[in-house]
């Protein structure tokens, strides 16, 4: 029953991009958590279409229940050292922002939210969501405040409003608490 539901999931993500089909696929999963197992199985298919297109309905249901992303945190981190398209890592690092992240986890967060940061590639929604991770991080880690805030520093002027905004707020609390 679980493959049959996997693949009406797979069709559905795969027969339009937009936020009706990410609505609907949040409906369909509801509080099944084995329906939202079926979701994050068609992450691991590599199909990169796929991957982009279930990443959105996927953080829209971690805002709702995030105990559903608890188990597979290791692997939305592992995840992110993948190539992937653009939407898949934003995706992940946007629920990750606002997750509990065991301490064991924290490093390869840290590592890979450090590479989006200072990668010019990087779209910009990606890289403000890293910041926010890295705040939470540095809030049992404040020793990393200092690296990234000397980074804030030198490109602040560079990029983005978006950037400039979470920036300036990353400079804001670790300013005075340094």
Request: glycine share 4%; proline share 4%.
């Amino acid at each position: 029953m679980l493959s049959s539901f996997k693949n009406q999931l797979r069709h559905l993500i795969l027969s339009e991009h937009s936020r009706t089909m990410a609505d609907t696929v949040v409906n369909e999963i509801g509080d099944d958590e084995e329906r939202f197992k079926a979701l994050m199985d068609l992450l691991s298919e590599g199909d990169y279409r796929l991957t982009q297109r279930a990443a959105w309905p996927l953080a829209l249901i971690s805002d709702k229940r995030p105990a559903f992303i608890t188990p597979y945190i290791h692997d939305l981190i592992l995840k992110l050292k993948e190539p992937a398209h653009p939407a898949l890592h934003r995706n992940i690092v946007r629920i990750l922002k606002g997750i509990k992240i065991p301490s064991e986890e924290q490093g390869v967060l840290a590592d890979a939210c450090f590479l989006f940061l200072y990668h010019n590639e990087t779209p910009i929604a990606t890289k403000c969501f890293s910041i926010s991770v890295l705040h939470n991080i540095c809030l049992k880690e404040p020793d990393l405040a200092k690296e990234i805030c000397l980074y804030i520093e030198e490109r602040i002027s560079f990029e983005s409003a978006a950037f400039k905004s979470r920036g300036r707020k990353f400079l804001a609390y670790w300013g005075n608490n340094l």
